[in-house]
């Protein structure tokens, strides 16, 4: 495999390193710095504003091309498109473009794989493969930032939500998030990006310390522990209490509301008492719930919750003080994302 640094995995003071290294004037990080993220060149040749020998010793020193484009499909609406890229180590992720309501919203991934094992997610059911580096989650985005560039449009929000736990690769994700909001690059705002955790407790924590304007979702799926354990095992680690005070906690810190996500479950999740438990725990916790019929995965017998129920659901936490909104399923004849899209296409 090319042990070439991947562009995408640079910051700015590892860039301005190399170029040091290499004799290069300061002035030159800003230059490759703007390229990159601002006129989103994609290979060496395209920085017509270096000189010739600089973007030959890019060319052989440093990898412009660790996501492959594999297969792209586009649902039947057309409104949202899914790509797959492959890794140099062959390990496949997708990310997904959705353009909805005057919105183009990127669902990017942050492993290959899961290792959290939800029973009705079709990136649990593959286990875990490895993290991605913080460059091959900036890598999703500019790919998508160069095609809308290109078609005169632009991304307007990124949810964390395609395939893996961003909590469980905290500090690549973090990294990641940090280089696209960089004002002297992508600058592309915190607050119109969301983080989504099955619920890692510590990491919510730290990430309320941290004090990022980043939006947090938490997938909480269910209101009592033993109907969630069955769901997520990682409830078993940090049961929906420990969840529910370390989203108080970041509420406290950070005065921002957390987005609460639920796929309905026909029987499972989605009768009028769970509902009302559900707004009891809630309650006086500043939050939104986000509920989306299941989307159908080969590896989970679980059916999405209809229209009529679903109704009920969100009539009972509305009346509770709760609010709810109930997503459309998007992308579904792409089996785009896990089936988290409806979602993430509206948050
Ligand atoms: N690991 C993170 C983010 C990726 S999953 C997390 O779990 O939050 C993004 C969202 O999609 C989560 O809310 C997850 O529970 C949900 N999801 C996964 N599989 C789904 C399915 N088959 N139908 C509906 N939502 C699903
Ligand atoms: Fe992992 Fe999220 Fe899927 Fe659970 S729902 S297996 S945490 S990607």
Redesign the pocket.
Known sequence: MDKNPFIYDLDIPDLSDLLKSWGEPAYRTAQIWSGLYRHFYNSPSEFTNIPKSLREKLESNVRFNALTPDLRQSSSDGHTIKTLFRLPDSQVIEAVQMDYDRRRTLCIS?QAG?A?G?V?????QMGFKRHLTSGEIVAQVMHYARQSHAQGERVTNIV???????FHNYDNTMAAIDRLNDPEGFNFGARRITI???GLVPAIRRFADEGRQVNL???L?AADDETRVEMLPVNKRYPIADVLDACRYYVDKTHRRVTF?W?LINEVNDSPETARRLATRLKGLLCHVNA??????TG?SGVATDRGRAEGFRAVLQQAGIPCTIRMRRGIDIAA????LA??ASI
């Open positions: 942050s899961c959290m939800c009705f997610c079709a990136t649990g964390v939500m395609g395939m893996g736990e961003p989504s955790t099955v979702a938490v997938s799926h996500e796929a989306i019929p299941l989307n159908p995965t989970y994302g896990c089936g988290q979602g993430a």
